[in-house]
């Protein structure tokens, strides 16, 4: 059974860093794209980064390119979201997902509609 479970938030201050993970089960993390995507109060849900490990690709979207990056462990089966520079508009709940179609980050990028598998989400806020 695929499951995905996310750990790292918390409150952090304006100009800090998080790390977040993504932690995966029942499938081996190569196989698929693993995207992270983040909800605040209010907000649809935004597609942030994508990895791929069959092509190498990734994707960021404009609102954290230059600020997250995403990379992952295979030995712990984890993909890892690293935010900076995080500011009160980064507050949200933050989730990973996969697509278990086998389809990379060129094809799916941010996309919502493209993943079939989500975990339940870490709160990120970022207050003073």
């Known amino acids: 059974q695929v499951q995905l479970v996310e750990s790292g938030g918390g409150l952090v201050q304006p100009g800090g860093s998080l790390r977040l993970s993504c932690a995966a089960s029942?499938?081996?993390?190569?196989?698929?794209?693993i995207g992270w995507f983040r909800q605040g109060p209010r907000q649809e849900r935004e597609g942030l980064s994508c990895?791929?490990?069959?092509?190498?690709?990734?994707y960021y979207a404009d609102s954290v390119k230059g600020r997250f990056t995403i990379s992952r462990d295979n030995d712990k089966n984890t993909v890892y979201l690293q935010m900076n520079s995080l500011e009160p508009e980064d507050t949200a709940v933050y989730y990973c997902?996969?697509?278990?179609?086998?389809?990379?980050?060129?094809?799916?990028?941010?996309?919502?509609?493209?993943?079939?598998?989500w975990g339940q989400g870490t709160q990120v806020t970022v207050a003073s």
């Open positions: 990895i791929s490990y069959r092509d190498g690709s990734i």
């Open positions: 029942g499938f081996t993390l190569g196989e698929y794209a």
């Open positions: 997902a996969t697509d278990t179609s086998l389809r990379t980050c060129k094809i799916i990028a941010g996309n919502e509609g493209d993943y079939d598998f």
